[in-house]
């Protein structure tokens, strides 16, 4: 069974770091693109930041840009997410997705885009 998994989330201090991952099994992330979401009870789930299957392509939500990076690693058939300076905004449950078409782009003005897998979701909280 092909599935995603998130780690690396947890609680921080205004200002401080977090590394997502965002790993999958049974499936090779190779060709795909992948996107990192979140989401807020209540609230529809927004996307972050999206990568395509060469590293050069990459896109982040205006609210992240300059914050928060977005990488992969083939090898371990891995994204991550390194999220810096966090405010108390970035608090929230942050999902992976996974598209097999290999898009870059995971997410629109207002919405997102059908993802082919997700995870369960990490929970971000930022809070002093």
């Known amino acids: 069974q092909s599935q995603l998994g998130e780690a690396g989330g947890g609680l921080v201090q205004p200002g401080g770091s977090l590394r997502l991952s965002c790993t999958a099994s049974?499936?090779?992330?190779?060709?795909?693109?992948v996107g990192w979401f979140r989401q807020d009870p209540g609230k529809a789930r927004e996307g972050v930041s999206c990568?395509?299957?060469?590293?050069?392509?990459?896109h982040y939500a205006e609210s992240v840009k300059g914050r928060i990076t977005i990488y992969r690693d083939n090898a371990k058939n891995t994204v991550y997410l390194q999220m810096d300076n966090l405010t108390p905004d970035d608090s929230a449950t942050y999902y992976c997705?996974?598209?097999?078409?290999?898009?870059?782009?995971?997410?629109?003005?207002?919405?997102?885009?059908?993802?082919?897998?997700w995870g369960q979701g990490t929970q971000v909280t930022v809070s002093s």
């Open positions: 049974g499936v090779s992330l190779d060709y795909y693109g």
């Open positions: 997705g996974a598209r097999e078409d290999g898009s870059a782009f995971c997410f629109y003005s207002g919405g997102i885009y059908e993802m082919d897998y």
């Open positions: 990568i395509g299957p060469a590293q050069g392509l990459t």
